[in-house]
C-alpha cells in the first residue's frame, strides 16, 4: 500500500453520514442549488461553496474595507477580511467541537460579510436612507452570491450568510448557520478590544470588572472563553447557545463597546464624513446610471438597486477615490 489514501467524494459523505452528530446538516441531504450541476469528483457540496467564496472578488474585496477604524494607522489593526479570518476559524473549531458539518460552518463563515459596504456599519446606516425600511449587509452578501457574483451556491450556505446577524428574526435553518453567529460576535468583541487598546482608547482596566472575570484578559483569553461557553451549553440543550449568565456578560460588553468604541464622540466627526461620502455617491449615481459598470446594471433591478449594488460593492479607498473624482477634480 502506498503513503497516500485517495478521498472521492462519496467517501466523504459516508464519512459524514458516520462520523457528525445526529444533528450536523450532511452534504448529501442539501436542499440543493438554484442551479442543479454535477457532482465534484473529490468535494462534498459544501466544501466545493466554500472554495468558491474564497476564490470570489467580493471576498479579495474585504480586505480594504473597514471593520470599525476607518484608514488606521499602524499594519496590525483588524480588516473586514482579518475579522472574517477570525470568524472563519472560531465557526470551524466550534463545529468541529460539536462534531457538526464544518465545510458548512466555515463556508457561511468566509461569505457572511462581503455585503459590507464601505466604511462598515456606518456605509449601512448611509444606504439605509435610500431604501424602504433597513437596508442590511447579509442580504446584500446573499445577493452578491446569487446575483451580481453568482455562484450557484447551496441553500444552507445561502440561508446562513442572510440570517447570520443577531437581528434578524428568522434565524439560519441549521446547526452550522447558527454557530456562526456566535462565532461572527466572539470575533469582533475580541479583536475590536484589542483594536482599542491598540490604538489608546481603552485600557484593560476600562473593561467591565464582570466580562474580565467571566473571559479574563482581552483577546486570546476571551476568544477560548467564550468558544468554551457555547460549546458546553450546547452540548447540554441541544441547541447552539451559550450558558446564560455568560451570554448575558457578552450581551453588556457589547453594550460597553458601543459606547466606549463604536460610538464614542471623537469619532463622530469621522462618521459623518463617511456617511455623507457614501450618500453623495449614491445621489451622484442615481442622476448617471450610465456611469454605473455593465456588471452592476441588471434588467430586474431598478436604478436604485444598482446603484446601491455598485456603491455598496465598493472599498474604502475606492470609496475615497471615486468622491475625490467627482467632487474633487484635479485640474492636473
Given at each position: 500500500?502506498?503513503?497516500?489514501?485517495?478521498?472521492?467524494?462519496?467517501?466523504a459523505e459516508?464519512?459524514?453520514?458516520?462520523?457528525l452528530a445526529p444533528?450536523?446538516?450532511?452534504s448529501?441531504?442539501s436542499?440543493?442549488?438554484?442551479h442543479?450541476?454535477?457532482?465534484?469528483?473529490?468535494?462534498?457540496?459544501?466544501?466545493r461553496?466554500?472554495?468558491r467564496?474564497?476564490?470570489?472578488?467580493?471576498f479579495?474585496?474585504?480586505?480594504?474595507?473597514t471593520?470599525?477604524?476607518m484608514?488606521?494607522?499602524?499594519?496590525?489593526?483588524?480588516t473586514?477580511?482579518?475579522?472574517?479570518?477570525?470568524v472563519?476559524?472560531?465557526?470551524?473549531?466550534?463545529?468541529?467541537?460539536l462534531s457538526l458539518n464544518?465545510a458548512?460552518?466555515?463556508a457561511?463563515c468566509?461569505?457572511?460579510d462581503?455585503?459590507?459596504?464601505?466604511?462598515?456599519?456606518?456605509g449601512e446606516?448611509?444606504?439605509?436612507?435610500?431604501?424602504?425600511g433597513?437596508?442590511r449587509?447579509?442580504e446584500?452578501s446573499e445577493r452578491?452570491?446569487?446575483?451580481?457574483?453568482?455562484?450557484?451556491l447551496?441553500?444552507?450556505?445561502?440561508d446562513?450568510?442572510?440570517?447570520?446577524?443577531w437581528k434578524?428574526?428568522?434565524?439560519?435553518?441549521?446547526?452550522?448557520?447558527?454557530?456562526?453567529?456566535f462565532s461572527?460576535r466572539?470575533?469582533y468583541?475580541?479583536h475590536?478590544a484589542l483594536?482599542a487598546?491598540?490604538?489608546?482608547i481603552?485600557?484593560?482596566?476600562?473593561?467591565?470588572?464582570?466580562?474580565l472575570?467571566a473571559?479574563?484578559?482581552?483577546?486570546?483569553?476571551w476568544v477560548e472563553s467564550?468558544i468554551?461557553?457555547v460549546?458546553?451549553?450546547?452540548?447540554?440543550?441541544g441547541?447552539?447557545?451559550?450558558?446564560p449568565?455568560m451570554l448575558d456578560t457578552?450581551?453588556?460588553?457589547?453594550d460597553f463597546?458601543f459606547?466606549?468604541?463604536?460610538?464614542?464622540p471623537?469619532v463622530?466627526?469621522?462618521r459623518r464624513?463617511?456617511?455623507e461620502?457614501?450618500?453623495?455617491?449614491?445621489?451622484y449615481y442615481?442622476?448617471?446610471l450610465?456611469e454605473?459598470p455593465?456588471?452592476y446594471r441588471h434588467?430586474?433591478?431598478?436604478a436604485?438597486t444598482?446603484?446601491?449594488d455598485y456603491?455598496a460593492g465598493?472599498?474604502?479607498?475606492f470609496?475615497?477615490?471615486?468622491?475625490?473624482?467627482?467632487?474633487?477634480p484635479?485640474?492636473f
Amino acid at each position: 500500500m502506498g503513503q497516500f489514501v485517495l478521498r472521492p467524494r462519496d467517501e466523504a459523505e459516508r464519512r459524514e453520514q458516520m462520523e457528525l452528530a445526529p444533528g450536523a446538516t450532511l452534504s448529501a441531504d442539501s436542499r440543493g442549488r438554484e442551479h442543479a450541476e454535477e457532482p465534484d469528483r473529490w468535494r462534498t457540496g459544501f466544501e466545493r461553496d466554500r472554495d468558491r467564496i474564497l476564490h470570489s472578488k467580493a471576498f479579495r474585496r474585504l480586505k480594504h474595507k473597514t471593520q470599525v477604524f476607518m484608514n488606521p494607522e499602524g499594519d496590525h489593526f483588524v480588516t473586514r477580511l482579518t475579522h472574517t479570518l477570525q470568524v472563519t476559524q472560531i465557526g470551524g473549531a466550534i463545529a468541529r467541537y460539536l462534531s457538526l458539518n464544518v465545510a458548512l460552518a466555515e463556508a457561511v463563515c468566509l461569505g457572511h460579510d462581503v455585503g459590507h459596504p464601505p466604511f462598515g456599519h456606518t456605509g449601512e446606516e448611509a444606504l439605509s436612507e435610500f431604501v424602504e425600511g433597513e437596508w442590511r449587509h447579509s442580504e446584500q452578501s446573499e445577493r452578491i452570491f446569487r446575483v451580481l457574483e453568482p455562484l450557484n451556491l447551496s441553500w444552507e450556505v445561502l440561508d446562513g450568510i442572510r440570517g447570520h446577524p443577531w437581528k434578524m428574526a428568522t434565524p439560519p435553518a441549521t446547526p452550522e448557520g447558527n454557530v456562526v453567529r456566535f462565532s461572527d460576535r466572539i470575533a469582533y468583541l475580541a479583536h475590536d478590544a484589542l483594536d482599542a487598546l491598540r490604538g489608546d482608547i481603552l485600557t484593560v482596566d476600562d473593561f467591565p470588572p464582570e466580562a474580565l472575570r467571566a473571559f479574563g484578559e482581552p483577546g486570546r483569553d476571551w476568544v477560548e472563553s467564550m468558544i468554551e461557553g457555547v460549546v458546553e451549553e450546547s452540548m447540554r440543550t441541544g441547541e447552539i447557545s451559550m450558558e446564560p449568565a455568560m451570554l448575558d456578560t457578552m450581551l453588556s460588553l457589547r453594550d460597553f463597546m458601543f459606547h466606549r468604541v463604536y460610538l464614542r464622540p471623537e469619532v463622530e466627526p469621522q462618521r459623518r464624513r463617511a456617511q455623507e461620502l457614501v450618500r453623495d455617491l449614491v445621489t451622484y449615481y442615481m442622476g448617471h446610471l450610465d456611469e454605473v459598470p455593465e456588471t452592476y446594471r441588471h434588467a430586474d433591478a431598478d436604478a436604485a438597486t444598482q446603484v446601491i449594488d455598485y456603491v455598496a460593492g465598493m472599498t474604502d479607498r475606492f470609496a475615497l477615490r471615486a468622491h475625490d473624482d467627482l467632487f474633487r477634480p484635479r485640474l492636473f
